[in-house]
């Protein structure tokens, strides 16, 4: 029987995903044309611990990736279709994450209230008059008034999982809100303290610092992206990550060069008065 991590893996081969396996804050990172993901496969999703979910999360901010925590339980079972969250980080289970890469609809999210779907109030209108079904009528089936029901065409509304299947039966799907899977997150600003980040920033990169994965920062200037680790004891998964999602990697090191990998010494780096100078130093390399 194969494990969780690689049933993922499989999928998104299937997918034609181009995939690498990590270890750290997120076990996979893949890219499909503009899409990447990053994941964090747990049997248990409540062991997701804050300090790994803000470093998956900062990780994905800073180049633009998708974070997401696949599981089948959270001490309980996880339902299929349904979306859960984890310290922001969107939770599905295995059936789940395959029928969302073939673009199935998800509007079931688990709250503290407990399953609700967010109904789009314009497109139940609409439907209802396309169906013409008055509103005494569709508020009997719905068992709510009919001044409830008006506000729910308004203003649109949350509603329970068993409202939701009410509706479901007499519209389908289309009059709810999709929730958005695989929306990247928005770039998050942070102040940076070693002397390499702030060398990028005075280079004009956005910068990012990272920690429980294998760069220590991420710099991204117009269309160019560059994962750094900053040390002589680099992973093999940086040029893994760098060529899935795209980037270019980087080596700051003390004594030892990488193989296959462009390097420089602290003092080397410092040296760059252009950013310009750093992408073709990279460039050349390749």
Not at 34 to 50: C, F, H, P, V, Y
Not at 108 to 123: D, N, R, V, Y
Not at 154 to 160: C, M, R, T
Request: aromatic share 6%; with cysteine; proline share 2%.
């Amino acid at each position: 029987m194969k494990s969780g991590k690689d049933q993922v893996l499989l999928t998104l081969i299937q997918e034609n995903f181009i995939v690498k396996a990590l270890t750290g804050c997120c076990d996979i990172v893949a890219r499909k044309d503009d899409r990447i993901l990053l994941i964090k496969i747990l049997e248990d999703a409540n062991a997701m611990t804050a300090e790994s979910a803000t470093e998956l999360l900062k990780t994905a901010a800073a180049i633009h990736a998708t974070p997401l925590m696949i599981s089948e339980k959270a001490t309980t079972k996880l339902k299929d279709y349904v979306v859960y969250n984890r310290y922001q980080i969107l939770t599905i289970n295995n059936t789940t994450f395959q029928a969302s890469l073939h673009d199935a609809p998800l509007f079931m999210i688990s709250k503290k209230s407990g399953i609700m779907a967010q109904l789009h109030g314009e497109k139940v209108k609409e439907c209802r008059e396309k169906e013409d079904i008055s509103l005494g009528k569709l508020s009997m089936q719905l068992g709510i008034s009919k001044r409830m029901l008006t506000r729910y065409e308004q203003e649109g509304a949350e509603v329970s999982i068993q409202r939701a299947l009410k509706v479901y039966k007499i519209f389908g799907n289309q009059v709810f809100k999709n929730v958005e899977l695989f929306s990247t997150q928005i770039e998050q600003t942070q102040e940076v303290s070693s002397d390499i980040s702030l060398k990028f920033q005075n280079l004009g990169f956005a910068v990012t610092e990272t920690k429980k994965v294998p760069f220590d920062v991420v710099a991204q200037k117009e269309n160019t992206l560059i994962l750094t680790k900053i040390g002589d004891n680099v992973h093999r998964d940086l040029n893994n990550i760098s060529h899935a999602i795209g980037a270019n990697d980087l080596a700051i090191i003390s004594k030892k060069k990488p193989m296959n990998m462009p390097s420089c010494t602290k003092e080397e780096f410092l040296e760059f008065e252009k950013a310009i100078e750093l992408i073709k130093f990279i460039q050349e390399y390749q």
